[in-house]
Structures are given as C-alpha cells and as structure tokens.
C-alpha cells in the first residue's frame, strides 16, 4: 500500500547548517498495517510523515501510495488518498468554523471544488451518525464553534474528518502529545478503534514508547534518519521499554534514558 524507496532529504544543503534527515530510508506498508514509530529527536520522524503527504520532495528516492508513484505530487493533489493528524490539536480544523462547518469541509478534501449547499440535511444526518461513534456527545453540538472545544474533542474530531475521505494512508504526528494523560488515552482508544473499523494503513509517530509497543500491529525505531530496527508485531509481543532502550543502546553503542530517546 504504502513504499519508500531509498529516500534521502537534506536540509540546508551546502550550507554550515546542513542537515541529513534522511538517509536512504526504505519502508514498505502492506495494505491495513498499523506501524508506531520512535525515535530520538531529529530522527527523521516527522519528515518521513512529510514527504509521505507531499508537504516536503525527497532529493532521492521514491515514494509509492497503492501502486502509484506520488513522488511529484504536491500535498493537495494527495489529499484525497492521504489524511493526517497533527500533533497540536489547534491544527486540522478551522476553529471559527462549527462543527457541521468543518466536517462539510473535510468531506470535499481531495475532491473539485463547485458552488453547492455546505452542509445539507442528509450530511448533517450523517455528520451526528459519524460523531456518535466517539462517544463524546458532538453530535448534539454540530453548531458548536470548533474553537470552543477542547483539546482532547478536538483531536477525536481530527481525527473522524482525516479519515472522512477512506484514506489509503493514514497519518498521526504524534497526535496524543500535547493532551493530558486521560485525554491522550481517550484519542488512543478512537484511533485504534477507527483504524480497526475502517481498515486504514496507518503510519504513527508517537514520542511515548509504552503507546507505541501497545498500539497496532508493527514499531519501527529511527534514529539519524535512518531505520534502525524494525518489529513485527509477534516480536514487540511481550516487549518493555526497558527492552526498546536496549536494543538502542546495543545497535548505537550508545548508553540513552527514555527521556532523551523521546524527546
């Protein structure tokens, strides 16, 4: 579903602040995997997510979505194929906007836009049935203004409109991190829940590593833009992050706590 090819990205090339964020990064998603990554920070996480959904060109390498070659397409022309999650919930949505406002939106993504009703009585019908499915009550507030809810809301509801379109890829940029505890729980449980439902191929960055040995079924670890361990999910079965930090430290040669490998 979802190949990188010996993908290579360097920013600030030629210059004193060069920096090599990938380093010809092979990875291949088979069709509704669900993949957690980690890694130390300036990895190559996010920049993987990037060029995966057009924000960012590799120098080198290719980029493949359902056996099409993506490589040159920009983010919008990708939009109908791929939906994202960022990690701050103010992104994503148009807080200005309601509820039913900002659903109609994310409906149209990836689609020719025409002059029509945004939100008519058959879409806000089937906006409440979407909502219900969170179980946070959105549903009986399509009028709400976004901005007036909060974060944990906002990122459930994020999270419903990037998958509005049946992506063939899903993304989540650490999507859980800004929230507290039980609300980056709450987004936990609807993301797998939506993963599962839908049957998405789902790529994850995560900066909490107990979340990503229990969320879906494969963790690969980065570190200098490059993949330095990849687990099926048999093998992350059972595994601690006392585990993770071991593999680091004995594939880097390097003594590292879980709080620098996160950051």
Do not use: W, Y
């Amino acid at each position: 579903m979802l190949t990188i090819s010996s993908v290579s990205k360097t920013f600030f090339a030629g210059t004193v602040n060069e920096r090599r964020a990938l380093r010809g990064v092979d990875l291949h998603l088979a069709e509704g995997d669900f993949v957690t990554v980690i890694g130390s920070n300036g990895a190559g996480k996010s920049t993987v997510l990037n060029i995966v959904s057009g924000d960012l060109f590799p120098d080198e390498g290719t980029v493949t979505i359902d056996g099409r070659d993506v490589t040159k397409l920009q983010d919008h022309q990708r939009a109908a194929f791929v939906g994202r999650v960022f990690q701050d919930p103010m992104a994503g949505t148009a807080p200005h906007l309601t509820i039913e406002e900002n659903m109609a939106i994310a409906d149209r993504r990836g689609r020719p836009r025409r002059l029509a009703t945004g939100v008519t009585r058959s879409k806000r019908s089937r906006f409440a049935d979407e909502l219900a499915t969170l179980e946070l009550g959105l549903e009986n507030r399509l009028k709400a203004k976004v901005g007036l809810l909060s974060g944990g809301q906002r990122q459930a509801l994020s999270l419903l409109m990037a998958t509005f379109s049946d992506p063939k890829i899903l993304l989540l940029d650490e999507h859980t991190a800004a929230l507290d505890p039980q609300r980056a729980d709450l987004v936990t449980r609807l993301t797998r829940q939506v993963v599962e439902d839908k049957g998405l191929t789902t790529l994850m960055v995560t900066h909490n590593m107990e979340q990503a040995l229990r969320v879906g079924n494969r963790l690969i670890m980065m570190h200098e833009g490059q993949i330095i361990l990849d687990l099926t999910e048999e093998e992350k079965r059972g595994r601690t992050v006392k585990d993770l930090l071991g593999e680091f430290e004995k594939i880097k040669g390097a003594t590292i706590d879980d709080k620098t490998l996160l950051q």
